[in-house]
């Protein structure tokens, strides 16, 4: 019965063919399906683990350069001898150091967590004494809150907002899939100590015994246990305060046999802080309907909370079952004049986005089977259907068991997977299809052998596809680990689908495929057919229409990748717009949003009443823009991060001298601005506050279309004299400012400012009996306040701390330090002014380092119409051409390899940012293509034994070229990161139509016809099929183009598939016939097969 | 809409001010005690009570002075007692000498015992009124007019030359004393203006420094001076009080203390546009001074803000176009 010895492929379909569990396995890949979809968590972007852990040691008194020299330096050193360190970034305060490690993306979290602890540990002893225990953060991306609610009130203060949110939040707590809860903004309670110095020195008393007092009388302890009539008691020393009576009651001291008490030197009350380091409000926007209502006009005090999911939850339900707790509380608890914004919900954010991709996964279904209809006819047009949902299923299936969620990056793999996963069930169906056409007696085993038949090329060209895919995993990196489920999911669905179409496709032909209709499918019916067979038979009759042919696409070739080169070579420079016909470079390309958040940061110094006024005028501008639902502003704190904020360090945006503003913009589903206009808008706008305050900094921070960068383009300025470093720093600032398209300049970097030191006079105290720590103390309480203990106030969920300062309308000037008094040993209380000096100086500025050299940072943004790329390489031109700020300046890292710092040589400017990531990613990418490119040769090799026919096959990869940079230019977009991606999967994709050519040319020379001959045959044969799979393909990807991040993937697919298909199909025939006439050897009976029946 | 006065914060020099703590002293301060040792009969006077220059404030037990003064008015009749007999026996020796009835010693004597018997007559008529005086010492009366400030004894109580009785302050010459650091007190003389500020009265007066005392204290290193108060201005010795030297002066913004609003837990003011549209700004607020508080972060010389802010105005009002610039 069997004559010939079947291919794996053969044999599947053989097995299958007639199994009663081929129909429970479609059923079970349907009901997989289902299950997956709803059980796999959601999540709007795949989550990334950047491992990073921060350490911050005190030493108290030390100056920036102490701190650096003692501590700094030696531990960042320490911290980068652990393996995995990508880079270090280090800062040295007054009395603080901090040291801040970034490992590779994928590390183990906890594993690097324990070694950095390991690490300091070991190294506890080299610092100096006086140095206090380390502080160790991991710096966690599963915290950044899914989910933010925020009050906001214009009867209520942020006080009493603070305690409504704590009730709230503690409820939310109860949620089992929460896992944090944090409010944000509001004064906390505390009993407060409004000491009037004037008051203390006329008692002759000192802060430091007031201090004392006060400590002294706060104890509460288990004193010991009393035993009595058989049974044992807890004898137990109550002598906290608390209230604010008792402290008021609470004797300091005595005079004359009369007790001072504390409310006879200051004021006690209960509440809020009235000096206040940060500030935090809420407007709506004039998007919004209340914008102008009369309860809720300008900005109004607001508090948020925020909610963090625990891992591997469902983003979508946490967030739900938040919003129904608090859509329940509000009823209950919330007084009707305090609005509940939820101003940001993740959860609603990725079921839409999933939703959306759902709803375009069954567009392209459906369009990719309408195609087939007409094509292939109705009921085989419904086996390709049949197909594409088992393939999904089982990929997701893989995708619950492999621990990947279902996100954008991964239901973009499936829209990707689905243009070619259908390929091989077209392929396979229409050859039994043929054979069907062709009549038969045995079907099942016609079905079998066309599978057979078809198989090696299949399998070949689908073990590429996968190869390409899984070869993308390779990408290290954020981008690697934000792509990676693209790749995944391509590959698994790619390989599924070989399977589906050996096991399933069989099965149904054998089944549900009608009798033949009495036509030959192989001789070219259609008008397409003899016409491209008319073009094929002029190209290989004549020679020298062939060679124009070449020559022509040798020249589109080159034309093509002039699009992308001319910017670097033009004689007018890189700087300045694109030249006509030029196609742009960014790595990830801007996305609508539903938000954005705007920086303003100003000098060192800046009172926070300053820059709250700044962010006022800003947020205006803000509010006036119709598109703008609402903002929430953070003066002094930083606001509540998510995952870009993270990473380009929001969350230690902290001090009096900045602000933050979150705006939300009415859903994108009902505006038609996107958000990089209104972002382009405001940047406008807020110019002329700009120039009102020349050291305002303003940045806009959108998270972009993929990974998130620190800043778009960054200059790593080092050196070893801080003095000559802020010079060129401020000029890069200057350069940058001045070059075209750049925006958003900022600079990281400590300003000089004027400092009052206190000098004590170690004489003098010496000969008064004071110590240094006495005066410390006195000046640090009555100058920025002083907690001095925690009181357990009835009713009160937390301890309440006791806080003791100058109130500000008696707040002591530096200068008039003589109204202090310091009480020495012998009971005498001196005046401070007596026993130190008080001088103003320009401070020591704080040292910040970056893989252990000294940087300064200036950073920027560039406007869409021009690339960070071309901006960099104007500014290197100009800092390298002259001296900057005295010093010569060596520029660099404008290479495919990290260059790492050193200032050995003198000063040098590093290139960082999004550029870094961009060369990072283009070197892997490059080497990724390399490897692909030699992995198809290889397979093709491998397959076909020789070394020049597979390269015939590879031709078509640089036809496909051709088509990827006019398409950019056409749809009108840059040149991405995701468009790079397409690039390499075309190179996967448009192999397999130059080998089904190849393999049908072998074919007919088989079955005797003549080279040439069979040169016409095979690509007439070939074209429906080819134009059916590239069509699929192509529509499959359109809707790709509805997500600005995959509009890339999707120009590079469809373009080069576009010009790939038609040049290959017009040259290959042509170029085979040529060449393969010298080498009679590459048509050979394969040993596995029994040729055409 | 709102029509309220506006008015433009201008920069303006303010005070820079010295603070020294001190007491409100009395110049005059008598202590009144006993020149002898008595018991304390009656105490007429109580603490705080104001009392006229002689006038009475204590009696002390005169018994013994009583007993003493009769001993000394018998001694001093028995003096002259004696000295009538002395007298009649020189009379009578010189009227028997001149009949040569006696001898001349007998006469010589006789004289000189009249001579010793006047002088002992008057010894001990001296010796009484001196006894006599003595009584006006139990009658202890006010040296100057003022206010008694301490009881230091009670009626009964037994008191011996020297312990104090009584305080007596007089309230018409009050001084403010009190002690300057070694590096403030270059810069104060005697004659210089003084504004202190009593906290008991909430009330500030105008003093001058009368006194610098040229001698500090080597451990606290501080120096007394003493500034003069206005005469009858409700102050009592013993209050708290602040002195304000100007050390110099200093440009600041100043807001009326009308204009400060507190809106959702910031302290801060209304600002006008050029739009008329009103805007809230946080205010940094330092120290008081006489009209106003100094603004030292939030706001610009030459703005304008609403001088008294009504309890509804929100950030973003807008205010009539007829307003008056204050």
Redesign the interface.
């Known amino acids: 019965m069997h004559p010939v010895r079947l291919n794996s492929a053969g044999r599947l379909a053989q097995s299958f063919i007639e199994s009663k569990l081929t129909p429970l396995f479609v059923v079970a890949g349907f009901l997989l399906a289902i299950f997956s979809s709803l059980v796999t968590p959601r999540e709007e972007n795949p989550q990334i683990i950047v491992p990073a852990v921060q350490v911050t040691w005190l030493l108290p008194g030390a100056t920036p350069e102490e701190v650096d020299r003692l501590v700094v330096v030696p531990m960042e050193a320490a911290l980068r001898e652990i393996d995995g360190v990508k880079h270090s970034s280090a800062a040295a305060a007054h009395g603080i150091g901090r040291v801040m490690v970034e490992f590779h993306v994928g590390q183990d979290e906890d594993r690097v967590l324990e070694r950095v602890k390991q690490r300091v540990a070991v190294h506890r002893d080299r610092l100096p004494r006086a140095t206090l225990d380390p502080r160790i953060e991991q710096i966690r991306v599963d915290d950044a809150p899914i989910v933010t609610l925020t009050l906001a009130s214009?009867r209520y203060?942020?006080?009493a907002l603070r305690r409504l949110a704590e009730r709230i939040a503690e409820r939310l707590n109860n949620i089992k899939e929460v896992s944090v809860t944090q409010i944000h903004g509001g004064?906390l309670r505390e009993l407060r100590v409004n000491l009037d110095p004037?008051?203390l020195?006329?008692h002759g008393l000192t802060l430091n015994e007031g201090i004392a007092a006060i400590t002294g009388n706060n104890v509460d302890a288990l004193a010991g246990h009393s035993t009595r009539n058989g049974s044992e008691r807890l004898v137990y020393l109550d002598g906290r305060l608390s209230s604010a009576e008792g402290l008021r009651r609470l004797p300091l001291a005595e005079r004359g046999g009369r007790l001072i008490h504390l409310e006879d030197l200051a004021e006690v009350v209960d509440g809020?802080a009235?000096e206040?380091d940060h500030?935090t409000?809420l407007a709506f926007g004039s998007g919004n309907p209340l914008f102008a209502a009369e309860d809720s006009?300008?900005?109004?005090?607001a508090v948020t909370i925020s909610v963090a999911k625990k891992p591997g939850t469902n983003a979508v339900e946490v967030s739900r079952d938040v919003l129904t707790m608090v859509e329940k509380i509000r009823a209950q608890i919330v007084p009707a004049d305090v609005h509940v914004v939820t101003t940001r919900d993740d959860g609603r954010n990725a079921n839409r986005v999933v939703n959306h991709l759902i709803f375009d996964l069954a567009i392209a279904i459906t369009v990719v089977t309408l195609l087939l209809v007409p094509a292939l006819g109705g009921r085989q047009a419904m086996i390709v259907a049949l197909v594409i949902p088992l393939v999904i299923g089982l990929t997701l299936a893989v995708d619950l068991l492999a621990g990947v969620t279902i996100n954008r990056m991964s239901m973009f793999g499936l829209i990707l997977a689905l243009g070619m996963l259908v390929d091989d069930a077209i392929v396979v169906m229409e050859n039994i299809h043929r054979h069907y056409e062709q009549g038969t007696t045995d079907r099942r085993w016609t079905a079998v052998l066309a599978t057979h038949e078809i198989g090696t090329p299949t399998t070949l060209a689908t073990i590429t596809i996968v190869l390409v895919f899984l070869s993308l995993s390779l990408l290290t990196g954020m981008n690697g680990a934000f792509f990676f489920p693209i790749s995944f999911n391509v590959a698994v669905a790619i390989a599924a689908s070989l399977l589906v179409a050996y096991v399933v496709v069989p099965w149904a032909c054998h089944h549900w495929l009608p009798a033949p209709a009495g036509h030959r499918i192989d001789q070219p019916p259609g008008l397409l057919e003899r016409r491209y067979s008319m073009a094929v038979t002029a190209l290989v009759e004549h020679p020298r229409r062939a060679n124009a042919l070449f020559a022509g696409i040798l020249l589109l070739l080159l034309a093509s990748s002039m699009m992308m080169a001319w910017q670097f070579i033009r004689p007018s420079g890189v700087e300045g717009p694109l030249s006509f016909g030029g196609v742009g470079l960014s790595i990830m390309p801007r996305e609508n949003r539903n938000t954005f958040t705007i920086w303003l940061d100003l000098a060192e110094g800046t009172?926070?009443?300053?820059t709250?006024?700044v962010a006022?005028e800003v947020g205006?501008l803000v509010s006036a823009q119709p598109m703008v639902d609402h903002y929430l502003s953070y003066v002094g704190i930083p606001g509540v991060v998510d995952f870009a904020g993270q990473i380009s360090g929001g969350a230690s945006r902290q001090g009096p001298n900045v602000a933050e503003l979150r705006v939300n913009l009415i859903d994108k589903s009902e505006r038609r601005t996107q958000s990089g206009a209104v972002i382009d808008e405001l940047r406008g706008a807020v110019r002329p506050i700009q120039s009102r305050y020349p050291d305002l900094d303003v940045r806009f921070i959108e998270a972009p279309a993929g990974p998130p960068s620190a800043a778009v383009i960054l200059a790593h300025i080092h050196g070893p004299d801080p003095e000559v470093l802020r010079g060129i720093s401020a000029e890069v600032k200057a350069l940058f400012r001045t070059t075209y398209g750049a925006v958003d300049v900022f600079d990281i970097e400590a300003t000089q400012r004027m400092q009052v030191d206190v000098v004590v006079d170690k004489d003098k105290a010496m000969l008064?009996g004071v110590s240094t720590a006495d005066i410390e103390q006195t000046l640090r309480a009555l100058m920025d306040g002083l907690v001095i203990a925690q009181t357990h106030v009835e009713g009160e969920k937390n301890p309440v701390p006791v806080r003791i300062r100058v109130p500000?309308?008696?707040?002591i000037a530096p200068e008039?330090l003589?109204?202090i008094l310091v009480r020495n040993a012998?009971g005498?209380?001196?005046?401070v002014?007596?026993l130190a000096d008080v001088v103003t100086r320009p401070s020591e500025a704080a040292v910040q380092r970056r893989d252990n050299e000294r940087i300064s940072i200036v950073g920027g943004n560039v406007t869409p119409n021009t690339a960070p790329i071309y901006a960099i390489l104007a500014m290197n031109q100009k800092l390298a051409a002259a001296p900057v700020a005295g010093q010569p300046l060596r520029t660099g890292n404008l290479s495919l390899v990290e260059q790492a710092p050193n200032s050995l040589d003198g000063y040098q400017l590093l290139w960082d940012g999004e550029l870094r990531v961009t060369f990072d990613s283009f070197r892997e990418m490059s080497l990724i293509f390399g490897v692909v490119v030699l992995m198809i040769y290889l397979l093709l090799v491998a397959a076909y034994r020789s070394f020049l026919l597979p390269v015939l096959g590879m031709i078509a990869i640089p036809l496909g070229i051709i088509g990827v940079f006019p398409g950019h230019w056409l749809v009108d977009i840059n040149f991405s990161m995701a468009s790079l991606i397409g690039v390499v999967a075309l190179a996967g994709v448009v192999v397999r139509n130059s080998l089904l050519i190849i393999d049908f040319i072998h074919d007919y020379q088989r079955q005797g016809h003549p080279l040439r001959e069979a040169v016409k045959l095979a690509g007439a044969v070939r074209l429906r099929p080819i134009l059916l799979t590239s069509s699929a393909l192509i529509l499959a990807t359109l809707v790709l183009y509805r997500d600005p991040l995959f509009a890339g993937l999707a120009t590079s697919m469809i373009f080069g598939t576009l010009t790939s298909t038609g040049l290959t199909l017009l040259a290959l025939p042509p170029l085979y016939e040529r060449v393969a006439r010298h080498f009679p050897e590459w048509v050979r009976e394969p040993p596995d097969a029994s040729g055409r029946t | 809409m709102f029509d309220v006065p506006t008015v433009v914060v201008e920069q303006r020099a303010v005070p820079l001010v010295?603070?020294a703590?001190?007491t409100v002293v009395s110049d005059e301060r008598v202590q009144i005690s006993s020149r002898t040792t008595a018991y304390v009969r009656t105490l007429e006077v109580r603490e705080g009570q104001r009392v006229r220059q002689g006038q009475l404030l204590a009696h002390l037990d005169s018994q013994d002075l009583d007993a003493r003064i009769r001993a000394a008015t018998a001694a001093r009749d028995q003096a002259l007692a004696t000295q009538a007999d002395a007298e009649r026996d020189a009379k009578d020796s010189a009227t028997l000498f001149a009949r040569g009835l006696v001898a001349e010693a007998h006469q010589r004597k006789t004289q000189l015992a009249l001579a010793a018997a006047t002088e002992a007559a008057i010894a001990a008529e001296a010796e009484l009124s001196r006894t006599q005086s003595e009584r006006q010492y139990t009658q202890i009366v006010s040296p100057v007019a003022g206010v008694v400030v301490a009881r230091h004894r009670h009626a009964g109580d037994l008191i011996t030359p020297g312990t104090p009785l009584l305080t007596v302050e007089s309230d018409t010459a009050l001084l403010f004393q009190t002690e300057v650091?070694?590096?403030?007190v270059a810069g104060i003389a005697e004659g210089d203006a003084v504004a202190v500020k009593v906290d008991a009265v909430q009330q500030s007066f105008s003093g001058e420094v009368v006194r610098r005392v040229s001698s500090g204290n080597p451990?606290?290193?501080?120096f007394e001076v003493k500034i003069a108060l206005p005469a009858s201005s409700g102050l009592l010795p013993g209050m708290?009080g602040?002195a304000a030297f100007t050390v110099g002066q200093r440009q600041a913004l100043v807001v009326p203390l009308s204009a400060l609003a507190?809106?959702?837990?910031?302290?801060?003011v209304f600002v006008a546009g050029p739009d008329q549209k009103l805007?809230?700004?946080?205010?940094?607020?330092?120290?008081?001074v006489a009209d106003g508080?100094l603004a030292?972060?939030?706001l610009d010389a030459g703005e304008r803000i609403v001088e008294r802010v009504p309890a509804d105005m929100?950030?973003?009002?807008v205010l009539a176009a007829a307003t008056h610039h204050g």
């Open positions: 214009q203060d942020d006080y004064r004037a008051r020195q006329a809020p009235p206040r500030v409000r006009q300008g900005e109004m005090a009172p926070i009443e300053t709250d006024r006022r205006e008064s500000r309308h008696s707040e008039l003589d109204r012998r005498q209380a001196i005046p002014s007596e | 010295y603070t703590t001190g650091p070694e590096q403030r451990v606290t290193r501080g708290f602040r507190d809106r959702g837990g910031l302290k801060g805007r809230f700004r946080w205010l940094r607020t330092g120290h008081i508080v030292e972060a939030g929100r950030d973003g009002d």
